[in-house]
């Protein structure tokens, strides 16, 4: 059974930084890609940020571009997502997400089959 465990997130004043962490379990990490999105109240769920498992492709919302980093650790099974120069426009709750079967990052909501319980990121102005 496939998991995933998220830790980080809170509260932060503009122009600061987070860190949103992703522990994945229960299946091999070839072909898979992972990613995190973002929910805002009162709006949809939008993409923020991708990386394939295997060769470590990236892509970005625009919104974030130059601002977040995507990375992974192969050892610790475990995604990040750096974010720096935080904006209260960024405030949402966070999610990590996996599919398998990928050769590119997906950025839409729909590609992603698991998810984690997502964290609450608030950033004050």
């Known amino acids: 059974q496939v998991q995933l465990v998220e830790s980080g997130g809170g509260l932060v004043q503009a122009g600061g930084s987070l860190r949103l962490s992703c522990r994945v379990s229960?299946?091999?990490?070839?072909?898979?890609?992972m990613g995190w999105l973002r929910q805002a109240p009162g709006k949809e769920r939008d993409f923020v940020a991708a990386i394939t498992w295997n060769d470590g492709v990236t892509v970005y919302a625009d919104s974030v571009k130059g601002r977040f980093t995507i990375s992974k650790d192969n050892l610790r099974s475990t995604v990040y997502l750096q974010m720096n120069s935080l904006k209260p426009e960024d405030t949402a709750v966070y999610y990590c997400?996996?599919?398998?079967?990928?050769?590119?990052?997906?950025?839409?909501?729909?590609?992603?089959?698991?998810w984690g319980q997502g964290s609450q990121v608030t950033v004050s102005s």
């Open positions: 997400a996996a599919y398998w079967g990928a050769v590119i990052p997906r950025t839409g909501t729909d590609d992603y089959d698991y």
């Open positions: 229960g299946r091999a990490f070839s072909r898979s890609a």
